[in-house]
Each structure stands twice: as structure tokens, then as C-alpha cells.
């Protein structure tokens, strides 16, 4: 999916740049150095998905999950640094207004370069939700922001062919780079989070503990049982979740074992793609690092 990203940016740099050339522009102009930013970066996505889908090593145990983080962070950078050029250019040409010529041809073009982002960024979306991707996902959102930016331009654009405004040109110019500002502050402050272990979306975590619940209520052995300390985070496309099961301190290991694995196929089947861990304690027994938690509060 990334590869055909990559071709279709590059399609679409042709594109507007041939837009930005025949029609000079401003706002064509931004459009076109966006598209760059979607070149560079969903290289750089498909690097890390590629490291991403390694299998656990000896460096690194517990996978290479986060690597999508980089992407989206590296992205966000990247649009930041579009944004700036596309912003100090507006302003110059904002200072020196200049005509624009041969509209239909540049703003034809740029139609067609948005067609096809339009379609990938869906394409992108349907990947993302179907392998949990936050690489595959920002750079869908990247390219739907960059349909809009487009139809933002091509209104201004056809304002400045009705109206003689020439200012209007690098205005919307502007507009275009405090726009991509803000999505990519967005992709930046997600990346952040999930390389910090941000937890599970609630409703997930609704699940979980509705599948607990019903867990307790359908065992014949449930209400011998008590499930706490449930905590949850994200690494990537991998899901995780620890909690506590105690359970009557004269059960056998066997027969505790046995019921520990019935409630970690409950909880992944409530999450599709959750990994669990689950640490078995004696009814009345809290572990070590709750009580040294509690006793530190």
C-alpha cells in the first residue's frame, strides 16, 4: 500500500507542479510542495512498517512495534518544514502580487492530482482500521488534508480569475500552510503518546472489562474469582493489557492455570489482536508493587 503511496506521489507532484508552472500560481505553488512532503514521507513509512513487522530478537524482545511512531512524528516534522516555506513564500509574493495565467489548464491538473490522492488517502484508511497501522493512518490523513488544501486552492484561485484580486493568491497560500500546521501538530502529538504507552481508546477498555464481567457471570467458578489492577497500552499494531486474578488460595496451580487461560481468550476475543498477561494471587493478597504504590501514596 505504501509503494503504491509513493507512486501516486509522485504522479501528483508532476501534476501540480506542471499546474504551479502554467499558472504561477501561489497557492499552486503550496500545493505542489505539500506533495513533496507526502513523497518523503510515506518513504519514510514504508522503512519503518518494514522494521515494524520484524519479529521479536534478542535486542529487542518485545518487537519493533513502535517504529510506526517515527513515521508519524518524522511526518509531522515534515509538514512543519512545508508549512514554513509555504508561508514565507506567500508572504513575499503577498508583498508583490503577480498575475496568473492559463487557469484552466493548471486548475484541470490540479483536479486530477486530487482525484487520486482522494482515492488512496480512502484506500489508506481501510488499511490502516484493517492491520491497527498508525504509519498507513497518518499518511491517509496526510493526503485527505491535501484534498482539501487542494479545493481550497481552486476556490481562491477561480476568486482570483473573477475578481482581479490578485492579493487573494498568496493569502490562501498562507491559509494552506497555517492549515498543514495544524495537522501536522496533531501527528506529532500522536506519535508522542504512543511511544509514551498511551493506554487503549475506551471503548476498548469498555470491552474488556464487560468481557471480565461476563466472564465472572457465565463460570460456574467465577464468583470465586476477582480481577483488578487492569491497565492497558498500544505499541504500534500491538495491543496489550495486564491485570491481577485472584483467586481461593487452596485451588491448585493447575485448576487456577486452567481458568487463567479461559479469561485471556475471553479478553482477546473481546479486542481483536490484544495481547494479555494475567498474574495469579491468593484471595486477600495484593502484589508487592500495589502495596508499595498505596504505601508511597
Known amino acids: ?10 504522479i501528483t507532484i508532476v501534476l501540480k507542479g506542471l499546474a504551479a508552472y502554467v499558472t504561477n500560481s501561489m497557492g499552486l505553488i503550496s500545493d505542489a510542495l505539500e506533495s513533496f512532503v507526502n513523497l518523503a514521507s510515506a518513504s519514510f513509512a514504508l522503512g519503518m512498517v518494514t522494521i515494524a513487522a520484524r519479529p521479536p530478537d534478542e535486542g529487542h524482545p518485545y518487537g519493533h512495534h513502535k517504529a510506526e511512531y517515527f513515521s508519524s512524528g518524522f511526518e509531522g516534522v515534515l509538514i512543519f518544514g512545508a508549512a514554513a516555506a509555504i508561508i514565507w513564500f506567500g508572504v513575499l509574493r503577498l508583498m508583490n ?3 496568473l495565467e492559463q487557469l484552466g489548464w493548471g486548475m484541470g491538473l490540479s483536479v486530477l492530482s486530487s482525484g487520486f490522492n482522494a482515492v488512496l488517502a480512502l484506500m489508506l484508511f481501510r488499511a490502516a482500521a484493517a492491520h491497527r497501522s498508525i504509519a498507513l ?5 496526510h493526503l485527505m488534508t491535501d484534498v482539501w488544501t487542494s479545493a481550497g486552492v ?5 476568486a482570483v480569475a473573477l475578481t482581479g484580486w490578485l492579493w487573494l493568491d498568496p493569502a490562501i497560500a498562507i491559509v494552506v500552510g497555517l492549515n498543514i500546521v495544524r495537522e501536522g ?11 509514551m504507552d498511551e493506554a487503549l481508546e475506551p471503548e476498548s477498555i469498555e470491552a474488556l472489562l464487560a468481557a471480565l464481567e461476563r466472564f465472572r457471570s457465565a463460570t460456574p467458578e467465577g464468583e470465586r474469582v476477582r480481577f ?3 491497565v492497558t497500552r498500544r505499541a504500534g499494531q500491538r495491543l496489550f493489557a495486564d491485570l491481577h486474578m485472584h483467586v481461593p488460595g487452596d485451588w491448585t496451580l493447575q485448576r487456577a492455570a486452567g481458568l487463567r487461560d479461559g479469561v485471556e481468550q475471553a479478553l482477546m476475543d473481546a479486542v481483536p489482536g490484544l495481547r494479555v498477561t494475567i498474574q495469579l494471587l491468593p484471595l486477600g493478597m495484593e502484589a ?3 502495596l508499595l504504590e498505596k504505601e508511597g501514596a
Open 185 to 195: 501538530f496533531k501527528l506529532v502529538w500522536r506519535s508522542s503518546q504512543g511511544l
Open 288 to 290: 508487592r508493587a500495589v
Open 137 to 141: 493512518e497518518a499518511d491517509g490523513r
Open 228 to 230: 483488578d489492577d487492569v
Open 97 to 99: 502580487p503577480q498575475p
Open 154 to 158: 481552486l476556490v481562491a484561485v477561480a
Open 1 to 10: 500500500m505504501l509503494r503504491l503511496s509513493i507512486a501516486v506521489a509522485v
